[in-house]
């Protein structure tokens, strides 16, 4: 699947706070003591790393220093998730943090349509039954 030129806003807020707190758990720092550090409220902090809200470079530039981190590796981290080097893409360990990065540029309906889609196949393919000894079925 080609990213290229195709991100919203919203999946990039999405993916830089995925490298956010993926380098704070990597540091083994908790939520609060990075945002105090960084002069900010740990309820921002946690709204940034869901990529619900916007962070100021001014405000990224302190919770890089907060994390020891050279905001170049941050920018870094960031470009590789967003598809820079396809062959080294990054996606983050959060299974939800990954749903938001798949599904963060597509329409309300083209997700419905897709759940639907999948729902479907869920009914139409059950799985298979198991075999009795010498690979007979059972009857129920």
């Known amino acids: 699947m080609a990213f290229a030129f195709s991100e919203t806003a919203q999946a990039v807020r999405i993916a830089l706070g995925s490298v956010l707190r993926s380098r704070r758990l990597a540091a083994g720092r908790t939520l609060s003591e990075v945002a105090v550090e960084a002069g900010l409220s740990p309820a921002h902090l946690s709204e940034v790393e869901r990529g619900r809200k916007e962070v100021s470079t001014e405000r990224l530039l302190a919770v890089a220093h907060a994390l020891n981190v050279p905001p170049a590796e941050l920018y870094s981290d960031l470009a590789r998730l967003l598809g820079a080097d396809a062959d080294v893409r990054a996606w983050p360990e959060d299974p939800p943090a990954k749903l938001r990065l798949a599904t963060a540029s597509l329409p309300l309906e083209a997700l ?12 139409a393919n059950p ?10 079925t059972p009857r129920r």
């Not at 419905?112 to 009914?123: E, G, I, K, P, T």
């Not at 298979?128 to 000894?133: D, F, T, V």
């Open 112 to 123: 419905r349509s897709v759940a639907d889609f999948s729902a479907y196949l869920a009914m």
């Open 127 to 136: 799985p298979p039954r198991p075999k009795g000894p010498i690979g007979f």
